[in-house]
């Protein structure tokens, strides 16, 4: 591609080729084509400015765009200054269009190219300065500008100050530079020890590079950690209590605030209360995997009024264990608007004995109340009354938490599609739980088969193919007929998009 060794853009374009394979590169190429770049200019544009090629698909579109089509530039423009598609369309380039806007609609500036590419000081000063040749009757330009300007004054202090830090987060974690300018503001340092025993410690205990590369992105601070007495305690404490290496990867990568907390104060004590309350070290930890952030709340706040609530109401404590094991972050909703979803489902007959007391506050949870009305009439458009979808929803509360989309295709397969009524559902609505994908189209499929077959009866109870477990459908209506229908299998396997 003609690149200088000797120069800083061998090394730009090397970390830029890096990031990316041949597809990827491929894709990116195509959308300067279409803005009627060639392939000449597409690659002289890379070797003045290669972070030019790093821009998502969709941030080159729009970019892109705002020269073409909002400040009618030619695309000869991003050819000759590539550098530009890197800059920040929300923190930049349009709030500085902006100023220059009004500022010519006043006949005060008219450089708007040179305003996109000088740096924030310069700027600063040339648009006040321009701004300050106003009348007074153009107070208001002033004002204006001087609005819009500030709000670049911290960006670029912080871009002036950090380069080490974003320089280094971009070379080392891989990050774009708007990521990487975005993270230095929460972290700077000017040498690179500390953050590479941070990094060599998260390798040498099993965290991959995107794991690390997210948990820095999403907690850059912990970049000036001592790996040695705050993070290693942490994870011997998580190993003793039964997490795998794997485990504790996941979790922290997930949610990295977790490594900010006082392990004396917050992690230990959090984690001996789950276990207090669901029994075992292994419900604990199920629990923390499918939402981490039980470790980090305010337990007086969010779990504990809860959870007494539920044991006044007669809630028994194994469905309580199982709420928490299953969806800990139902119990992690405010205790005033969680007190009012149990109100409710007591109001709508649920009894606190039953499981599906439990379920339907899950399901509560999840929804305001324009939610709930709209999915409430799509069930209406299939000609359910408001009494027969509240029976569905007192056996199934599960029924509602399908989004209304799959609510309209369920339904309509099982109408349209099967011939069956719409009661069908009131009276097994668990079958808006199963993927129609996965489950319910493949084995409709090998049913009808067996009907025009004559293999078994047109008036089949479906609930029961589409609720048994795969072993056990199998084993009940595709094994026994190999021989009769020897594609059957196949058939099954295509519709499931299994390898023959």
Known sequence: MGFNPLKFSFIQAVFAMVGMNKSTWERKVN??????????????????????????????MQVVDFYVNKTGFETSFIVNRPILI??????????????????????????????????????????????????????????????????????????????????YLINTCGFFPEVALSASKSVNFETPYKADSVIGFFKNHGFSQ????????????????????TLLPKLEFFQSKGFTTSDIATVLSRNPRILERSLKNQIIPSFVFFTNLLGTNE??????????????????????????????????????????????????????????IVEEVKEMGFNPLRLSFIQAIFAMRGMNKSTWERKFSAYKRWGLSEEEILVAFGRSPHCIMASEDKIMKVMGFFINKMGLEPSLIVKCPGLLTYSLEKRLIPRASVIQVLQSEGLVKKDFYLPTVFGCAEELFLKKFVMPYEKETSELLQ??????????
């Open 31 to 60: 959308v300067y084509k279409r803005w009627d770049l060639s392939q000449e200019e597409i690659l002289a544009a890379f070797r003045k400015c290669p972070s030019c090629i790093i821009a998502s698909e969709d941030k080159i």
């Open 86 to 167: 890197i800059y920040s369309l929300e923190k930049r380039l349009i709030p500085r269009a902006s100023v220059i806007e009004v500022l010519q609609s006043k006949g005060l500036d008219s450089g708007v190219s040179e305003c996109l590419l000088i740096d924030s000081k310069r700027w600063f000063s040339s648009e006040m300065e321009s701004s300050s040749r106003a009348p007074q009757n153009l107070y208001t330009v002033r004002t204006h500008v001087a609005l819009l300007l500030s709000s670049f004054r911290y960006f670029s202090s912080t871009s002036n100050q950090h380069s080490f830090t974003v320089s």
């Open 210 to 229: 995107s794991q690390i590369s997210n948990i820095i992105r999403r907690h850059p601070a912990v970049l000036l950690s001592d790996p040695q007495n």
């Open 283 to 340: 419900n604990t930890i199920t629990a923390i995997k499918r939402y981490s952030a039980i470790l980090i709340v305010k337990l007086d706040t969010f779990v504990v009024p809860n959870v007494n609530l539920l044991r006044e109401n007669g809630v028994p404590e194994s469905n309580i264990c199982a709420l928490i094991k299953k969806t800990p972050i139902a119990i992690m909703t405010d205790s005033i608007r969680f007190k009012e």
């Open 491 to 500: 058939l099954y396997k295509r519709k499931l998009n299994f390898p023959e």
